[in-house]
């Protein structure tokens, strides 16, 4: 590869920061405020708990995806292809970071394509909303698709992570009528999501009047990337900027009953601050259709593909073990249960 473009710098920036330094948002994910009623007789038998969901057509064995994460640089192709690899092994959806630097810089395509190692699991293209005010448009999106033999795309949103770069994208005007556009032009599913500061109502009732067929809340509890920003401050003034956004966003669990209200029909994803099998199905209890990570698998993958296939089999296995607690046989069972809150 040559020289990285200054998104993949940026992209490097960020993976050494999320790996080296707590960049812990200063919110929880309130999902602590919830827990499920414990079932002495289940009336159920362990291994014939069904943890299987329809996505897009697609059987998955159960309600878990790798977030989005990188791409763009030789350290994230590695993290990238492990990931793919215990994603295949399992038959979980995974999502490629921002493809914005491939754009910029075609040899850094080969970073993002997972296809050669699972072949048959949903992988999701991605790109920033915000780039369709700055030229991208239709072709761009099925480009990055296309170049990852993508089942869907992800369009994210992250105007707070913007307005906190120096060299930040901020002209989030009259994106709603471009995403609209690209769900009517674009052959696969489009999925919005936010990176960590959650979906609103309003933004959410938007994206749903504007056709998407997915969202992601994306909560606040998880990574906060104003405190990566902070980081990667080149001034006093911009880290202390960056700095005191540390308590912003919409909590998880609270970004998860807010949207559904309004967006009772679609997929509904959980991500931002989930660390385990039970927060997964806590959040498919408050309403989220399956649940998302990227910090916790960022980690292992690091270390090795063989580690990150320990992770996701211990949360697919807590999903089964807390079903079985609280004597939920199915996800559908498990939707429907009412958590007890605590104040």
């Known amino acids: 590869m040559s020289e990285p473009s ?45 943890l299987s969901l329809t996505l897009f057509g697609h059987t998955l064995p159960a309600p878990l995806f790798i977030s989005s994460m990188t791409g763009g640089t030789p350290q994230a192709a590695e993290i990238n292809r ?22 910029e810089d075609p040899s850094s395509r080969e970073t993002y394509q997972l296809r050669d190692i699972a072949p048959d699991i949903l992988i999701f293209a991605n790109l920033g909303a915000v780039q369709l005010n ?22 994210h949103l992250n105007p707070l992570q913007e307005a906190l770069q120096p060299e930040g994208e901020i002209r989030f005007a009259g994106l709603t009528e471009k995403i609209g556009h690209i769900c009517t032009a674009l052959d696969v599913p489009v999925i919005v999501k936010e990176v960590g500061w959650g979906l609103s109502q309003k933004a959410a009732q ?13 909560g606040a509890g998880g990574t906060s990337w104003s405190e990566v920003e902070m980081h990667r401050a080149k001034s006093d ?18 970004s998860i009953q807010r949207v559904r ?44 593909a063989e580690r990150t296939l320990e992770v996701m089999r211990r949360m697919i296995k807590e999903i089964q073990v807390t079903m079985f607690a609280a004597g939920a046989s199915d996800l559908t069972s498990l939707a429907e249960i009412t958590l007890r809150t605590t104040t």
Not at 17 to 30: A, P, W
Not at 40 to 48: G, S, T, V, Y
Not at 270 to 278: D, F, V, Y
Not at 281 to 304: D, E, Q, R, Y
């Open 82 to 103: 492990r990931l793919a690899q215990a994603a295949q092994e399992l038959g979980i959806p995974i999502g490629v970071g921002s493809q914005r630097a491939a754009l």
């Open 206 to 218: 938007a994206l749903i009047e504007a056709g998407v067929s997915a969202l992601d809340v994306a």
């Open 6 to 50: 200054p998104t993949g710098k940026r992209k490097s920036d960020h993976i050494r920061i999320n790996i080296e330094e707590d960049v812990r948002s200063g919110l929880s994910t309130g999902l602590e405020r919830y827990s499920f009623v414990h079932q002495a007789l289940p009336e159920l038998d362990l291994n014939e708990i069904d």
């Open 237 to 254: 003034q911009q880290r202390a900027l960056a700095a005191s956004f540390i308590n912003w966003g919409i909590p998880t669990a609270e």
């Open 134 to 155: 700055y030229g991208f448009g239709i072709q761009e999106c099925r480009e990055v698709v296309d170049m990852v033999d993508a089942n869907a795309l992800i369009l």
């Open 261 to 304: 209200e309004v967006a009772p029909d679609i997929p509904l994803f959980a991500s931002g601050g989930l660390r385990t099998g039970i927060d997964i199905a806590k959040c498919i209890g408050l309403g989220a259709t399956m649940g998302g990570l990227a910090s916790p698998f960022l980690k292992a993958a690091n270390h090795s």
